[in-house]
């Protein structure tokens, strides 16, 4: 089992700046931690990437946070990141941490966090 554990949302005006944080811990075995990235769900709409970080560095992105977005990691403490900037009202949204970790019989599983809102209003 791995617990992934977000912190950082809140409520910010348009044009400011938040970061998220997601760490995992596992209570068990397992052999590695592949992808980890972000997701959001605005109400009423399905979840969505935002942003995703292989174990290796790469980076990928939605259309609509690139160059707005960065998301970074350290493998070291497990951790992932999303730094926001210039955030818009359209960002709103609970942002949910998402890893994909290989067990020791090298299956893989998808691990998800509870999810932390992050408000974009005046």
């Known amino acids: 089992q791995v617990q992934l554990v977000e912190s950082g949302g809140g409520l910010v005006q348009p044009g400011g700046s938040l970061r998220l944080s997601c760490a995992a811990s596992?209570?068990?075995?397992?052999?590695?931690?592949?992808?980890m990235g972000w997701y959001c769900q605005a109400p009423g709409k399905e979840r969505e990437l935002v942003a995703s970080v292989s174990n290796v560095g790469s980076t990928n992105y939605a259309d609509s946070v690139k160059g707005r977005f960065t998301v970074s990691r350290d493998n070291a403490k497990n951790t992932v990141y999303l730094q926001m900037n210039s955030l818009k009202p359209e960002d709103t949204a609970v942002y949910y941490c998402n890893a994909d970790v290989i067990t020791p019989d090298y299956r893989g599983m998808d691990y998800w966090g509870k999810g932390t809102l992050v408000t974009v209003s005046p």
């Open positions: 596992a209570s068990g075995r397992i052999l590695s931690i592949n992808a």
